[in-house]
């Protein structure tokens, strides 16, 4: 892995957003399937094809940039992401 060899801090602007966008799709893919549902505590959800691909576009568009990697972990669609990411963000102001 480039990124544990360079380190985040080494890389230019550009490759920082790849790397971003990178950890943020890796996060998509994790849709919280019917068969894990034991293991993760978190429903499955069936996202059709046309939505993920939506959501894919969306993020590598950079439209998604302002939101953090966590925001799409375990959600179904795109737009679960957005919501969680208002919901990380309120959370946050509530603590401080």
């Given at each position: 892995d480039?990124?544990?060899?360079?380190?985040?801090?080494?890389?230019?602007?550009?490759?920082?957003?790849?790397?971003?966008?990178?950890?943020?799709?890796?996060?998509?893919?994790?849709?919280?399937?019917?068969?894990?549902?034991?293991f993760?505590?978190?429903?499955?959800?069936?996202?059709?094809?046309?939505?993920?691909?939506?959501?894919?576009?969306?993020?590598?568009?950079?439209?998604?940039?302002?939101?953090?990697?966590?925001?799409?972990?375990?959600?179904?669609?795109?737009?679960?992401?957005?919501?969680?990411?208002?919901?990380?963000?309120?959370?946050?102001?509530?603590?401080?």
């Amino acid at each position: 892995d480039i990124i544990a060899i360079l380190r985040l801090d080494e890389l230019s602007e550009e490759d920082r957003l790849t790397v971003a966008k990178a950890r943020k799709i890796e996060r998509f893919l994790s849709l919280p399937f019917f068969v894990a549902e034991v293991f993760t505590g978190s429903p499955g959800k069936y996202v059709g094809l046309a939505e993920t691909i939506r959501g894919f576009k969306l993020i590598l568009s950079g439209e998604l940039d302002g939101l953090p990697e966590q925001a799409f972990y375990l959600v179904g669609n795109i737009d679960e992401a957005t919501a969680k990411a208002t919901n990380l963000e309120m959370e946050s102001k509530l603590k401080k």
